[in-house]
């Protein structure tokens, strides 16, 4: 209810979603036997429920003609989820991948320091968004792998990730305002003509 309350009231121009990815990871379904049935269906249920919340603050963007960005991991099963497939239905949203070593994540192995590929999944109704977070590896270097309570660390995003959105969101502002003002100028040549 308060982060409800908290987005009526500020309506951020763009709502940034990274709801926690355990329950629904590759790694962690690995562990399910360990957990037992009962602690993994509880689990998948809370995750699930998050995941419904996010959905519902996102149409809540939409809806004021705002921005959303959904990132989570692209193996994940919450990207199955009902009410994230019939989000990715809606026209206007993109569902589109990236890896965070083209945006500069990094840790350290046995090996030294070196960057992480993390294969990353991104939703949003922002085109220029988009664009800037579905950067791909470009090769030729060596990956740090996400073992060994790795994954834990890579949570925090990188700052050429925040850099991506924050560009990306001030070239969509952008655009939105030149569509509108071409939109109203049309209008007042319509006027005109009418008046002729």
């Known amino acids: 209810k308060e982060a409800l309350c908290l987005v009526r ?4 121009r763009m709502l940034i979603g990274s709801p926690m990815c355990t329950a629904f990871s590759q790694l962690q379904a690995l562990n399910r036997s360990k957990l037992g049935e009962e602690k993994w269906k509880l689990m998948i249920e809370d995750a699930t429920r998050h995941i419904i919340f996010c959905s519902v603050l996102y149409r809540e963007q939409m809806s004021r003609g705002d921005y959303f960005l959904h990132e989570h991991p692209a193996g994940a099963s919450s990207w199955r989820l009902p ?78 990730l925040c850099v991506a959105i924050c560009e990306g969101l001030r070239e969509q502002l952008r655009a939105d305002e030149s569509r509108r003002n071409k939109d109203e100028a049309s209008k007042e040549i319509l006027a005109c003509s009418y008046l002729l």
């Open 9 to 12: 009231s500020s309506q951020p």
């Open 83 to 160: 009410c994230m497939i019939r989000l990715a239905s809606v026209p206007g949203v993109r569902r589109v991948f990236g890896n965070m070593c083209a945006h500069g994540m990094w840790q350290v192995d046995s090996e030294g320091p070196a960057i992480v590929k993390k294969p990353t999944g991104f939703l949003t109704n922002s085109a220029k968004v988009a664009e800037r977070v579905s950067a791909r590896c470009s090769g030729g270097h060596r990956h740090v792998h996400l073992v060994n309570g790795r994954a834990r660390q890579a949570q925090e995003y990188p700052e050429g």
